[in-house]
Nanobody, 119 residues
Framework: QVQLVESGGGLVQPGGSLRLSCAASGSIFGLYDMTWYRQAPGKQRELVAGITSGGSTNYADSVKGRFTISRDNAKNTVYLQMNSLKPEDTAVYSC?????????????WGQGTQVTVSS
C-alpha cells in the first residue's frame, strides 16, 4: 500500500512559480515510477511530467522548458517545479505512483492540489 499526499498548490500570478510536492508513505518509494497529472474543469486529465525509478524524465509539450520534475528517494517525495506559469496551467494537479512487479501493476493516486494562475 502507498499513500500519496500532494501539497504546494495555490494562487499565483502569470509568470510566477510554484513547487508542488508529493509525499509517499507505506511502501518502497524508490521502486516506483512517479507522474504528475492535471485536470482542468471541462477537460480530460493529461500527463504533465513523469520520472522513472531510474531517474528518466518526460514532459508534456505544453510544459517543456517551464516545469521540472524531480525526486528525493531519501525523503520519499517527488516534486514539480513550475516556472513561467500561464493561466492555462490552472488545474488540479495529482500525483501518481506505479510499479510492475512479477507481472502485477500497482497504481496509486493522491487527492490532488489546486493550482490557479490568474492576475
Amino acid at each position: 500500500q502507498v499513500q500519496l499526499v500532494e501539497s504546494g498548490g495555490g494562487l499565483v500570478q502569470p509568470g510566477g512559480s510554484l513547487r508542488l510536492s508529493c509525499a509517499a508513505s507505506g511502501s518502497i518509494f524508490g521502486l516506483y515510477d512517479m507522474t504528475w497529472y492535471r485536470q482542468a474543469p471541462g477537460k480530460q486529465r493529461e500527463l504533465v511530467a513523469g520520472i522513472t525509478s531510474g531517474g528518466s524524465t518526460n514532459y508534456a509539450d505544453s510544459v517543456k522548458g517551464r516545469f521540472t520534475i524531480s525526486r528525493d528517494n531519501a525523503k520519499n517525495t517527488v516534486y514539480l517545479q513550475m516556472n513561467s506559469l500561464k493561466p492555462e496551467d490552472t488545474a488540479v494537479y495529482s500525483c501518481n505512483a506505479n510499479r510492475v512487479l512479477s507481472g502485477v501493476r500497482y497504481v496509486y493516486w493522491g487527492q490532488g492540489t489546486q493550482v490557479t494562475v490568474s492576475s
